[in-house]
């Protein structure tokens, strides 16, 4: 079932591609290109969710919407 994947051809460009991938921890640095999204995933974008979640805390109405009638129908019945 497992079998042995020897006998595929492998193409050198994946497999490096994939070896770079897999190692980007060793040629990763902070430079002018690379600043800019750092500090937009590293900051930006948890401050916004941040904000998000203080500013809309308490605000929205979490009880399930049930008109009154079901509702006192429901609890005479038990």
């Known amino acids: 079932m497992g079998g042995h994947h020897d006998n595929l051809l492998k193409d050198p460009a994946i497999e490096e591609w994939i070896w770079m991938r897999q190692n980007t921890h060793r040629y990763f640095k902070i ?3 690379t600043a800019p999204a750092l500090l937009m995933m590293g900051l930006a974008i ?3 969710t ?3 979640a203080i500013s809309t805390q308490d605000k929205v109405d979490l009880k399930p919407k ?3 009638e079901w509702a006192q129908a429901y609890s005479e019945s038990k």
Request: aromatic content about 16%; charged content about 25%; hydrophobic content about 40%.
């Open 66 to 68: 049930v008109k009154t």
């Open 50 to 52: 941040l904000y998000f």
């Open 31 to 33: 430079n002018r290109r």
């Open 46 to 48: 948890p401050a916004a």
